[in-house]
């Protein structure tokens, strides 16, 4: 387990390392120069070339992304910035705040939001998904497979506004989404996050339903789930105790896979609720030209999936005996 | 289409007769393409202690019958009629609660792949021990140690250890131990096993068909043994049931169906097995053809479709009618040949393949 661990850390590494650059190189592939925006309306050529020398950028590309890759563990010193402690992840060009300490400030935000719409997904496509298994053919798994199927087709930026317009100002039901922090009042960080939880996992929630289902008929035909029958175990037994181990697996890979798109998600759904959290910081910086922000920003939201991946995979391993972690 | 015909009410309680018996079974499925006649008026008995093997291609119906027997079919999509008496328990017209108490307890099975067969989420002690525990009400305790003296009695080295293994840490030898020592858990007085050798090498086929010849002997238990392997069926069975189609060609004790097979069929099949001591430059005689569609199964004669002698016979009789089993006990086919017919028919063939 221990060594699992490690290689698959060690592996994480190793991908991060690769996706901050081809990060870093696309942005220098963008017919952008990033110092045109310090220098201002009348920029001199010389004036140009000292923005570009304080900000690191007149040096090779390969040497500006190792500074930058050294900085993260041992901290780096800017002309224009002065020292910045490890882990630096340098300075936002366009608000000039140390882009680490700006991730740090938002990111409890998105991991709210990403984390509590996973528990909703999960328990409701699931549970949904179940119960159409449960009923296969019968009434009420038509109604929760058509349901899934409109589910699957709204979109987050349609849904959010139309629910908070009802049961945010129509019918005062749950107060204004916001983000109060869960070490301050848990119950205002649920009660402010529940509808844009409901709202980013609707589209996926609708997808578990259906892959549940189709999961569990696949499984309660197995011979696996027929010995159990033979063996005399009572229906329920043989639908929660047998079948419903099997249809984990593929939802649980698929789920790790989903997770990318759940933070994408995430993102869409910070912009509609005016959530001040990593989404907003990707977008500013996408339209600032801002590379550190953006660099920042995709290291560690791929941080992040790589990390939930790991749990997932060892999560696997409980649910499946067969999947050995040494 | 054979009609469904009750003899008495049933779940009632009947004379004293064999320990199982199937009378006139019919399972039909109900698919997108029509009804398919899976099993057609079979009828069969067993008694305790000895072994009945049924043979035929796939898709006769053999799985299907056994599966009837513990009533393991999908209701919604099936239709099954006639009888399966158990001693004096009918068990088509049982309610679910009847037939989960005996399933694992009275009557169990074993599969044909028993990779697939065992859940690969639960320890091997785990599976064995809970058909203990739902039918003897044993405590978790009781059912380890039970499973442990389950998994040494069918000669599972270090059963202590084991017992905690899951299926996937165990060869496929092993597993069959597993899976048969999981049916045979709470003493069954019937063990239906299902090509319980199919998927396993010849030597371990010999070790696993010896085991269930050994539990037999110690506990009386009846076995309804599934193949599609006259050798098995020869080392093993007391009585063998040929089917083809859904419906039984020939019936009689092992000797005499492979000594002296009366049924075309039969004949086919056992010209179409290899034997040991013949030339291998005789070519292996395949039954020709391709057994029925079960959608639209032949009129009359089921087999008549393959079959060389429907001329000898009458072509009438074998296009139009279906032939039952005669006589009604002892040896007997479902063929219009008269016996001299057949066994003239069956010496020059005898001649023509040594």
């Known amino acids: 387990m221990t060594s699992y661990l490690v290689r698959r850390v060690t592996g994480a590494l190793v991908i991060l390392v690769i996706i901050s650059a081809i990060t870093f190189y696309l942005f220098y592939a963008v017919p952008r120069d990033p110092a045109r925006a310090f220098c201002g309306k009348i920029c001199q050529p010389e004036t140009l070339a000292l923005i570009r020398h304080n900000l690191g950028m007149d040096e090779p590309l390969f040497v500006q992304y190792w500074h930058w890759l050294v900085g993260i563990f041992a901290g780096r010193d800017f002309v224009q910035f002065g020292s910045c402690p490890a882990p630096c992840l340098g300075y936002s060009f366009a608000t000039q705040e140390p882009v680490f300490s700006a991730i740090v400030d938002r990111f409890p935000v998105t991991l709210s939001l990403t984390l509590g719409a996973s528990v909703v997904i999960l328990a409701f496509g699931i549970l949904t998904g179940m119960i159409a298994a449960w009923k296969v053919g019968q009434p009420l798994d038509k109604i929760a497979s058509s349901s899934s199927v409109i589910g699957a087709s709204l979109q987050i930026y349609f849904v959010g506004p139309l629910l908070a317009f009802y049961l945010v100002d129509t019918m005062q039901l749950i107060p204004r989404p916001s983000y109060v922090p869960i070490t301050e009042n848990p119950l205002d960080w649920f009660t402010h996050l529940l509808l844009p939880w409901v709202v980013l996992s609707i589209i996926f929630t609708a997808n578990y339903t259906r892959m549940t289902r189709s999961q569990m008929v696949e499984q309660l035909a197995e011979d696996y789930v027929r010995t159990a029958r033979a063996k005399g175990m009572s229906s329920r037994t043989v639908f929660f105790r047998f079948a419903w181990r099997g249809a984990m697996i593929p939802i649980l890979t698929i789920f790790g896979v989903d997770l990318a798109t759940l933070l994408g998600g995430a993102i869409i759904t910070e912009q509609t609720f005016s959530l001040h959290g990593i989404g907003e910081l990707a977008v500013r910086a996408v339209q600032n030209t801002d590379l550190p922000m953006l660099l920042g920003v995709t290291i560690v939201g791929a941080a992040a999936i790589v990390l939930l991946n790991i749990v997932v995979d060892v999560l696997y391993a409980f649910i499946d005996p067969r999947v050995r972690l040494s | ?354």
């Open chain 2, 1 to 354: 289409m054979t009609t469904v015909s009750w003899s008495g009410e049933p779940g009632t309680s009947r004379g004293p007769g064999p320990f199982l018996s199937v009378r006139d079974l019919s399972v039909e499925f109900s698919t997108e393409d029509g009804i398919v006649h899976a099993v057609d008026g079979l009828s069969f008995d067993l008694e305790k202690g000895t072994t009945l093997g049924i043979v035929g291609e796939s898709g006769s119906g053999k799985s299907v019958t056994n599966l009837a027997i513990l009533g393991l079919h999908d209701p919604a999509h099936t239709k099954i009629g006639g009888e399966i008496w158990l001693e004096d328990q009918e068990l088509i017209s049982a309610g679910r609660g009847t037939m989960e108490k005996l399933r694992g307890n009275r009557v169990a099975m074993i599969f044909q792949d028993p990779l697939t067969a065992l859940s690969p989420f639960h320890t091997i002690g785990r599976q064995i021990g809970e058909v203990y525990r739902k039918h003897k009400g044993a405590s978790k305790k009781e059912a380890r140690d039970r499973a442990v003296e389950m998994l040494r009695r069918v000669g599972i080295p270090q059963p202590e250890t084991r017992v905690d293994h899951y299926p996937h840490e165990f060869s496929g030898g092993m597993r069959q131990r597993a899976m048969i020592a999981m049916a045979l858990v709470c003493d069954p007085d019937l063990l239906i096993a299902d090509e319980p050798t199919t998927a396993l090498d010849v030597t371990v086929q010999a070790q696993i068909l010896d085991l269930l010849k050994e539990l037999q002997q110690q506990f009386g238990t009846a076995i309804i043994l599934i193949t599609h392997d006259l050798g098995v069926v020869a080392g093993t069975a007391d009585n063998v049931l040929v089917m083809y189609a859904g419906r039984a060609a020939e019936r009689g004790t092992v000797r005499e169906v492979l000594r002296e097979p009366r049924h075309p069929y039969t004949w086919g099949l056992l010209s179409s097995m290899p034997r040991l001591n013949s030339s291998v430059d005789v070519p292996l005689k395949p039954v020709r053809g391709t057994p029925p569609s079960l959608l639209n199964p032949p009129s009359g004669c089921p087999f008549h479709p393959r079959c060389d002698y429907p001329k000898l016979a009458g072509p009438e009789l074998c296009f139009n009618q279906r032939p039952s089993v005669s006589p009604e006990t002892g040896h007997g086919d479902a063929c219009y040949l008269t016996l001299e017919q057949k066994k003239e028919l069956r010496t020059a063939q005898t001649k023509d393949h040594a």
